[in-house]
Structures are given as structure tokens and as C-alpha cells.
């Protein structure tokens, strides 16, 4: 459906020409010559974007202008004035209209600022629709428009009713928790327990009793009878978050739970009917784990009945501009702050960037920037020191010469080979001891063994040269 777009001029010829030009771009312009007319027709019609000359018989612009807000608060509105009134424009904008025209202008520039205008009417429209998702409790707060996320947002959607197992992959910090989220509240489960794990955080020795439970006496300091994580969300929904951090040992209890809804705890004797729902999340790649024997294959594919991968955000950034306005809503009562948004040189810096942090990255360079924030919008320099400290080169780095575009190569594989030196040199400095390596990278030595697992890293690479 084509926007609709008021245009209020009182030179005919050129209302005329405006509202040709704007038809022939797709749109549905009306034109009218008074800024009363104007209110008459937004009160009775709606409308998208309201383009007003502040120079009018009667009432002018600037007077029009609060009660064009008042009565169709959802359009957005553009002021033209000659360069005489500059001043003028300037005060509507101050007064809530998006931008402003001098005069003469080209159709060019006109056609530029439009979308620009509708665009955000549509991120204040889907942003409302988010917040009113959150406060009932239901609905996907998924935080996208990119085709990339509505399919993810329609894969949530056709999941969420049913009670299969689904596995969410992506990068850290791309929003699986959040997917997850969205899934719960919209399941038959919503008002269930949602119990979330996290397999990685928690030691091998104490997994087992923590998802599965244990008897009283089953080993040294089980004084108690202890329920596991899964009894605990039976009738709900369990989350196993880096379920790629799930020993081999552990993983066929699990595929129990996931195929028969069957647990035994550590020390019993029987099993234990449980009724619950389980999301498995990983930005490890499971296939490829369970090609080479370090994932059970069986396990993989019963969780990965319904898969919804995850793009990472450099490849959705038609999606900043949402995120932003999503995540500011967030920011502004933590940090005591009022931001409207980010200025267009901001904004552009945020474009730049090619978060490896993912949406998380960006949450936190926002708040960071808000904290610093003197004003109701973020400065270009604002974001940028924002930035800076988020991605500061460590000194090695920093010291390096600068290298060509031509020769820096692909971002991602040039990390990948960033990290895989990294743990040649260190695995070199302990002598192959993964141990004493994990300890000077500042990991796990669990992490270690993954990222040498997936870089194809064999003993003979790291062992000390022998002497002539």
C-alpha cells in the first residue's frame, strides 16, 4: 500500500509540481493550500508524512505544526522555507518535525528525505509493536526487519505453538537467549517453568548432578536428595545454552531425555517421566562436531528438529537502526538519560562497524556512548569514543603497521588466523601442556581443546624444534 503524504503549500504551481513528483515516485500525495485546511484532512483521513510550507496564509507553519502532531501523532512531518526563514525550519524541527527543506531544492534531495521520513515512521511503528509485545508477555521480541530476521521471527513463530525439540545456532552475542525467549512466550508453555543452562559454565564433574539431579548418598557430599535442572522445568521448558560444551559421556542421557522424556538421577535405580520442552542453543558447529566423532550424530539430529540459525548483525544492518531505537528504550531509565535516537554521522559510524561482538557488542558500545551523552541524541564523536573502547587493539596489535584494504583480506578468516597463531604460540610456550596454554590465552582449558579441535591443530605443530 503506497504512503500517503499531505503536502500543504499555498503556491499552487508549485504544489502542483511537488505533488506530480511524488506521485510519480509511488506515493499517494494530497495537496492543499492552508495549514487549517490541513488539520481538517488529517482529522478525517490518515496520513503517513505531512510536507508543510512555514510561510502560509492564516496560521503558519510553525503554529500548524504542534497541531498537525496533536491530530495524526503518528506522521511525521517536513517543513519547507525559503533561505529568509531558515530560522523558522530550524524551530520546527526543535519542535518535533524530522527535517526540513530550503528552498529551491532538487527533487533528488526531496526523494532522499521522504523515504528517509517514512522509514522512521516505520521503526517507530515496529518498535511499538515490540514494546507492546514485552509488556503482554506474549509475541516474538525478535528486533528486525531484514529478510534475514523475518524469516527467523516466521521460523519462531511456526515453532514456538508446537513442542518440538528446536536448536538456535549463531554467533556469540547474536540473540540466541532472545530467540529462545520469544519461543517460550508464545508456547503453550509461556506460563510454565523456563529453566536455561548454561553447559559451558559449569564443570564436567557437576553437569550430570546439575541436569539430572542425584540420590541421597549417590557420592561424597551428596547428603541430600537434589532435583536436576530437568525435573525442575518439568511441565516447562528447558534451555541448554552452548549445548556444544556437552561432554561425549553426558550426551546419551541427554538424547534419553530428548527422545523418551526420560531422566535418571546420578545414584538412582529408575526412571523418571518428565514432561518438558527443550531448546538447545550453540554457536559451535554441531554437523561438522558430529562428522568427526565429537558429537554424538544421533543427538545432533533429534535436536535440530526444528533448526533456526542466526545471522550475525554485519550481515543484517539494515537492522541498526531498529536495534538502536529498541536498545535506547532500554538504556534511558538504567543510565538516567533521555536519547532520542543517534545523529546521522553516528549512525554512519555504527554502519561502519563490523561487530564481532554481534547485538551484544552494539548494546553495550550504546550504553557506553549514553553514559558519555550530553545531549538528547548521540554526537558522531560520542559514538565514536563509544567505539574506540570497544574496539581498542591490544598493544601488540596496535604497534603493527597499518595494512592495505588489498592486504588485510577477508575480516573473518584473517580473526580465524589471528586465533589459531595465537594458540600455536602459546601451546609452543607451555611446552604442549593445554593446561598451562589455556592459562596464558586467559581460557578454559575446555575452550583450548575446542578451538584446537576446530582449527585442526596437531601435536607435531606446536612441539619444540630439536636442537642441532
Not at 185 to 193: D, F, I, Q, T, V
Not at 223 to 228: H, R
Not at 424 to 440: C, E, F, I, N, P
Request: hydrophobic share 45%.
Amino acid at each position: 500500500m503506497p504512503a500517503r503524504i499531505l503536502v500543504i503549500e499555498d503556491d499552487a504551481a508549485f504544489g502542483a509540481m511537488l505533488t506530480e513528483a511524488l506521485a510519480a515516485r509511488g506515493y499517494e500525495p494530497v495537496h492543499v493550500g492552508s495549514a487549517e485546511e490541513g488539520l481538517a484532512r488529517v482529522r478525517i483521513e490518515p496520513f503517513d508524512l505531512v510536507i508543510t510550507d512555514v510561510m502560509l496564509p492564516g496560521m503558519d507553519g510553525i503554529e500548524g505544526l504542534s497541531r498537525l502532531k496533536d491530530a495524526c501523532p503518528q506522521a511525521e512531518v517536513i517543513v519547507m522555507t525559503g533561505y529568509a526563514a531558515r530560522e523558522k525550519a530550524l524551530e520546527a524541527v526543535r519542535l518535533g518535525a524530522y527535517d526540513f527543506f530550503a528552498k529551491p531544492f532538487s527533487l533528488a534531495e526531496m526523494e532522499v528525505v521522504v523515504r528517509r521520513a517514512l522509514e522512521r515512521r516505520a521503526l517507530v511503528e515496529e518498535l511499538a509493536r515490540l514494546k507492546s509485545a514485552l509488556t503482554c508477555g506474549r509475541g516474538p521480541v525478535v528486533v528486525g526487519q531484514s529478510p534475514a530476521m523475518r524469516a527467523v521471527v516466521d521460523m519462531v513463530r511456526r515453532v514456538a505453538p508446537l513442542d518440538s525439540t528446536v536448536l538456535i545456532t549463531g554467533e556469540s552475542g547474536a540473540g540466541k537467549e532472545v530467540v529462545a525467549d520469544a519461543i517460550q512466550a508464545l508456547s503453550r508453555r509461556s506460563h510454565a517453568p523456563f529453566v536455561k543452562v548454561n553447559c559451558a559454565a559449569i564443570p564436567e564433574n557437576l553437569l550430570e548432578s546439575e541436569l539430572f539431579g542425584h540420590e541421597k548418598g549417590a557420592f561424597t557430599g551428596a547428603v541430600a536428595l537434589k532435583k536436576g535442572k530437568f525435573e525442575l522445568a518439568s511441565g516447562g521448558t528447558i534451555m541448554l545454552d552452548e549445548i556444544g560444551d556437552m561432554p561425549l559421556f553426558l550426551q546419551p542421557k541427554l538424547l534419553r531425555a530428548v527422545e523418551q522424556k526420560q531422566i535418571e538421577r546420578v545414584g538412582g535405580s529408575r526412571p523418571i517421566d518428565i514432561d518438558i520442552r527443550i531448546i538447545a542453543a550453540t554457536n559451535q558447529d554441531l554437523q561438522y562436531m558430529a562428522a568427526e566423532k565429537k558429537f554424538r550424530a544421533d543427538l545432533y539430529y533429534r535436536l535440530s528438529v526444528a533448526a533456526i540459525p542466526l545471522p550475525p548483525l554485519r550481515e543484517r544492518k539494515e537492522d541498526l537502526p531498529l536495534l538502536v531505537a529498541h536498545f535506547l528504550e532500554r538504556i534511558n531509565p538504567r543510565v538516567g538519560v533521555n536519547l532520542r535516537g543517534v545523529s546521522r554521522e553516528g549512525m554512519q559510524l555504527l554502519f561502519d562497524c563490523d561487530w564481532p561482538g554481534n547485538v551484544r557488542q552494539l548494546a553495550n558500545t550504546l550504553e557506553r556512548a549514553a553514559i558519555l551523552s550530553s545531549g538528547e541524541v548521540l554526537t558522531a564523536a560520542e559514538v565514536a569514543r563509544a567505539l574506540d573502547v570497544s574496539a581498542r587493539p591490544a598493544p601488540a596489535e596496535a604497534a603493527a603497521p597499518a595494512a592495505t584494504a588489498e592486504a588485510a583480506g577477508n575480516l573473518r578468516d584473517t580473526l580465524q588466523d589471528m586465533e589459531r597463531n595465537m594458540i600455536l604460540t602459546a601451546l609452543r610456550k607451555s611446552a604442549g601442556v593445554q593446561k598451562d596454554a589455556a592459562r596464558l590465552l586467559g581460557v578454559s582449558p575446555k575452550n583450548l581443546w575446542n578451538k584446537i579441535q576446530k582449527h585442526r591443530i596437531e601435536a607435531g605443530e606446536y612441539a619444540p624444534t630439536p636442537p642441532p
